[in-house]
């Protein structure tokens, strides 16, 4: 856990400060001076008597007792140093800006281990190595550039990586974007982005602490604690957006079943944001631009007014707004005909709302006052302003600055002309503002902000279960894939809803179970993985001699050891299915079954355990939902059915976390009932890796 001496020390000492400011030990001092730490500076230098202006401590064995170090020396001098100031300097705090460690090498991971061991003996804690540094309100404790000037109200920003952290902090300042806290954690050897935002939840003050958080991921080693912080201190009136880099699917492990296939690691980050509430950014752009709407008061609603003075950008933000779900209706009422009596000839008031390119300041303020106060409709607003370039338009900047202010809902400024209108952009920002230079990419951060969801709700409620039936079928099985009777008495002991079955391995008894059933039925081969692939699937077979001729042709299927027989029914094909994901612990997934599964790969992933309202949001979020509700006169699904089948997945999972791979595939959905056809569940031993208690139950 970070402590006083991190983040509020009385003294630091840069071991391997230099005179070169090009060296990160000679830039950090510079940045330290530079930012007027008020507490004790030192400094060791083997060769120096004093750097910068600051005595040099040529061996750190003569240097008085020190709250921070932070170290910028070889990787091989790290340990012992470390040793010295934590045994005999009382240090507790270690920033460790050197590379060469387990980043590097195995050797590196030994040396690494040492400095982790030692700063764990004392309670001290270490940020790195391999990191640029911290910054914080007390100490610029950086190496790099920019520096920015913090504010207490700006963004706490967490990153794994150094230099991406310096290019998102490039990208966002021109734009007005302020910062609070800066970690870059590097290597994260002891302190990570979890128990940083573990820190920021547990000391959250609202008078204040940064409402904003903002991450670069490059690995999420602890997702539960990553889950209860991030969803903690968006209850508490937060908003966190986060890249997770590594998003390609080459990094995922095979696997026999859709199920195994389909749910790459990054399918597990996805589900773990939006339980927690976090907004998944995929570039520094796309983090940037969010970042930046946070800043402004919430949008309640999904109705935007657009006021511009430019026809096209108008258009390309209306086209984002609507493909991301978001409105921008048409305004049309009394007060929108007196507004458009206060504008010239030519102008348009029906949204977006277009007072032309010699539009005034005044009028401005007008339209302004009438979406915020008389257009009921509107919950939002998106000013686009340049400069038609004839004059300088300080007023127009001044008067959105005022209303901004004033206004009830929330107005969004895009300022396109960061040339030509360079002098009004920069007093803009000097009036605390942010803006955004582009209206698509505007756009697409307010609707990928509308679409996440809220924090799911903590410990869910999960329904009744047989919990001695289920146990019992798990601890008597082997491991592997479940034979038919076994799956078939963890559903029911599930109370997941499934087709009558009989499972043969002789012809009679093919023959008698057929009838008992009642022709039409299906026949499934037991044993190959992929059924239809090998021929082992024969639909619709409506008489006994089919039956014979079937069985003894299926039987003879490579690894085949019986037939599953099952009455031929009709509805339209769902998917559902788990895995368990290392550290995530179990995602249910679902979706339609046959090409939108096969094909189009349209599956929507949740973390379990699931509420039903979680459910209900992953079947509503597939692309193709509007089957389920039913389209051009067929039926539609009963979502509350399949999203009941997901919950009860959920509580059979947490029953049994043994459970690593399962597939209802497919289910058959009606506009009453939701039933598996077939299914199959693989069990192994599986640990669970978290620091956190309660966690998800790990299999045994």
Same mark, same amino acid.
């Given at each position: 856990m970070l402590n006083k001496s991190l983040l509020h020390p009385e003294s630091i000492v840069v071991v391997g400060g230099s005179n070169d400011t090009q060296k990160p030990g000679g830039a950090i001092l510079k940045n330290l001076i530079n930012s007027n730490f008020k507490g004790r500076l030192y400094v060791t230098n083997l060769k120096e008597s004093e750097?910068?202006?600051?005595r040099s401590y040529r061996d750190p064995a003569d240097l008085p007792e020190v709250d921070l170090a932070i170290i910028a020396i070889t990787a091989n001098s790290v340990p012992d140093t470390v040793e010295l100031l934590a045994y005999r300097k009382n240090t507790r705090a270690f920033i460790v800006l050197s590379a060469g460690f387990s980043e590097e090498s195995r050797a590196g991971k030994e040396l690494e281990k040492l400095v982790v061991d030692t700063v764990n003996s004392v309670n001290g804690v270490l940020i790195g190595p391999n990191c640029i540094g911290v910054l914080t309100p007390d100490y610029a404790g950086i190496f790099t550039h920019p520096v920015p000037k913090l504010n207490p109200f700006g963004c706490d920003f967490i990153s794994g990586s150094g230099a991406t952290a310096c290019f998102i902090m490039e990208a966002g300042i021109p734009n007005g974007l302020t910062f609070a806290n800066v970690f870059s954690v590097g290597n994260s050897a002891q302190i990570g982005a979890e128990e940083i935002l573990a820190y920021l939840d547990e000391n959250y003050d609202p008078a204040s602490s940064s409402p904003v958080k903002l991450l670069y991921l490059e690995n999420i080693v602890k997702p539960w604690m990553l889950l209860k912080h991030a969803s903690s201190l968006i209850r508490k009136g937060c908003r966190i957006a986060a890249i997770k880099a590594g998003s390609s699917e080459a990094g995922s492990r095979a696997a026999s079943s859709h199920t195994g296939? %389909?749910?790459?690691?990054?399918?597990? /980050?996805?589900?773990?944001?939006?339980?927690?509430?976090?907004?998944? $950014?995929?570039?520094?752009?796309? %983090?940037?631009?969010?970042?930046?709407?946070?800043?402004?008061?919430?949008?309640?609603?999904?109705?935007?007014?657009?006021?511009?003075?430019?026809?096209?950008?108008?258009?390309? %933000?209306?086209?984002?707004?609507s493909n991301g779900g978001l409105s921008v209706p048409h305004i049309e009422n009394p007060e929108?005909?007196?507004? &458009?009596?206060? &504008?010239?000839?030519?102008?348009? /008031?029906?949204?977006?709302?277009?007072?032309?390119?010699?539009?005034?300041?005044?009028?401005?303020?007008?339209?302004?006052?009438? $979406?915020?106060?008389? !257009?009921?409709?509107?919950?939002?607003?998106?000013?686009?302003?340049?400069?038609?370039? &004839?004059?300088?338009? !300080?007023?127009?900047?001044? /008067?959105?600055?005022?209303?901004?202010?004033?206004? /009830?809902?929330?107005?969004?400024?895009?300022?396109?002309?960061?040339?030509?209108?360079?002098?009004?952009?920069?007093? !803009? &920002?000097l009036k605390g503002k942010t803006f955004f230079p582009d209206e698509v990419i505007f756009g697409n951060a307010l609707s990928k902000i509308y679409n996440t969801p809220a924090p799911a709700t903590a410990e869910p409620v999960m329904p009744e279960v047989n919990l001695a039936g289920i146990r019992s079928i798990i601890d008597s099985s082997a491991l592997g894939y479940l034979p038919p009777a076994s799956v078939q008495g963890l559903m029911d002991a599930a109370g997941i809803p499934r087709a009558g079955e009989a499972v043969v391995n002789k012809r009679e008894i093919a023959s008698a179970e057929a009838a008992r059933l009642g022709f039409p039925v299906v026949m499934k081969v037991v044993g190959p993985v992929h059924k239809s692939d090998v021929g082992g699937v024969v639909l619709n077979v409506r008489d006994e001699q089919t039956v014979l001729t079937e069985f003894d042709r299926m039987m003879k299927i490579k690894e085949t050891i019986a037939i599953l027989i099952q009455p031929m029914l009709s509805g339209t094909e769902l998917f559902a299915g788990a895995k368990f994901e290392p550290k995530f612990g179990h995602m249910i997934l679902c979706g339609m079954g046959g090409i939108f599964i096969e094909v189009l790969k349209d599956v929507a992933a949740g973390l379990a355990p699931l509420s039903a309202d979680e459910a209900l949001a992953m079947i509503r979020s597939l692309k193709s939902y509007k089957i389920i509700q039913g389209v051009r006169g067929q039926k539609g699904i009963n979502e509350n059915a399949f999203a009941d089948i997901l919950v009860r997945l959920s509580a059979l999972l947490k029953a049994a976390p043994e459970i690593i791979e399962l597939d209802f595939n497919p289910l058959l959905g009606k506009e009453d009932t939701v039933i598996a056809v077939d299914a199959r569940i693989r069990i192994a031993p599986c640990l669970l890796s978290t620091s956190l208690a309660p966690a998800p139950p790990a299999p045994v």
């Open positions: 750097v910068q202006g600051i296939a %389909l749910a790459s690691p990054d399918v597990a /980050v996805n589900a773990l944001f939006r339980k927690a509430g976090i907004v998944r $950014c995929y570039g520094r752009e796309d %983090l940037i631009s969010v970042a930046t709407v946070f800043m402004y008061p919430e949008l309640k609603g999904k109705n935007m007014a657009i006021i511009t003075h430019a026809g096209g950008p108008a258009v390309m %933000l209306t086209d984002a707004l929108a005909k007196e507004l &458009l009596a206060q &504008l010239y000839p030519g102008s348009s /008031v029906g949204n977006p709302i277009d007072f032309l390119a010699t539009g005034t300041a005044k009028q401005l303020g007008t339209i302004i006052d009438y $979406c915020d106060k008389q !257009f009921k409709e509107i919950d939002g607003m998106a000013v686009i302003f340049g400069t038609p370039g &004839l004059s300088k338009v !300080f007023d127009v900047y001044n /008067v959105l600055n005022d209303k901004m202010n004033a206004s /009830v809902k929330p107005i969004f400024p895009i300022l396109p002309s960061i040339m030509t209108a360079h002098e009004e952009i920069t007093g !803009f &920002l």
